[in-house]
């Protein structure tokens, strides 16, 4: 089983729409987690950490179940500059960051 | 932007030769960490350097080594190149002993092995 493995996709969702991705994890250990975003052959970039709590940044939403390990990221009111591929990335303490295959979401006008 | 910068940006080699990648840190980031990510795949752990030396190693073989200089920039070295090497090349950096674990990626590599 892979360590990190996410919804395959791609998701293909018109404006304003709502769209969740889900990615579950298989090291209990895993301590930090986050979701990266990364256009098209362009580098990844940090969307939001991930916390047990649940956090919210404008229209986007992170859960983390740790019972379940799993994690999720709900984005309200797609724009069509949301459209990208989609990392869940977890860390394991004194190791090193893995980062799931990604999901693509494609917005359409 | 975050800081983090890569040379070069695009590259061509044949099979066989030797290619050597570079970062630039950003500023305060004492950690860099190499990737290689494959089209359609998520980026995979090569190793990290931390303080100019190696913390911490993926799945790749000896001829993926890397160095890390005192100014925290670093370098990574591949050896006799294979055509499956053909992939973007990130580096990230990030600094250990902050409570965050975020990391920053440059723009990355893209090396094409003919």
């Known amino acids: 089983r892979k360590e990190v493995e996410q919804d395959p996709g791609p998701f293909n969702v018109p404006e304003g729409a709502t769209v969740a991705f889900n990615c579950t994890y298989s090291?209990?250990?895993?301590?930090?987690f986050f979701w990266y975003r990364q256009d098209c052959r362009k580098e990844p970039k940090l969307l939001m950490s991930?916390?047990?709590s649940g956090n919210e940044d404008g229209r986007f939403t992170a859960q983390l179940n740790r019972a379940s390990q799993y994690i999720s990221l709900l984005i309200r009111d797609s724009k069509l500059s949301d459209s990208a591929t989609y990392l869940c990335v977890l860390y394991n303490y004194g190791q090193n960051f893995v980062f799931g295959p990604g999901t693509r979401l494609s917005v359409l006008p | 932007e975050t800081g983090v910068t890569q040379s070069p940006t695009h590259l061509i080699k044949t099979r066989g030769q030797q290619v050597t990648l570079r970062c630039s840190s950003q500023?305060?980031?004492?950690?860099v960490s190499w990737y290689q990510q494959a089209l359609g795949q998520g980026p995979q752990f090569i190793f990290q350097?931390?303080?100019?030396?190696?913390?911490g190693r993926g799945n790749f073989p000896p001829r993926f080594s890397g160095l890390q200089f005192p100014n925290y920039s670093s370098e990574l070295n591949v050896n006799a190149l294979e055509l499956d090497d053909s992939a973007l090349y990130l580096c990230?950096?990030?600094?250990?002993?902050?409570?965050?674990?975020?990391?920053?990626f440059g723009p990355g590599t893209r090396l094409t092995v003919t």
């Open positions: 500023s305060g980031h004492n950690t």
């Open positions: 991930v916390y047990s």
């Open positions: 090291n209990s250990a895993s301590q930090s």
């Open positions: 350097y931390y303080r100019e030396e190696e913390n």
């Open positions: 990230a950096s990030s600094s250990k002993g902050l409570s965050s674990y975020e990391q920053y």
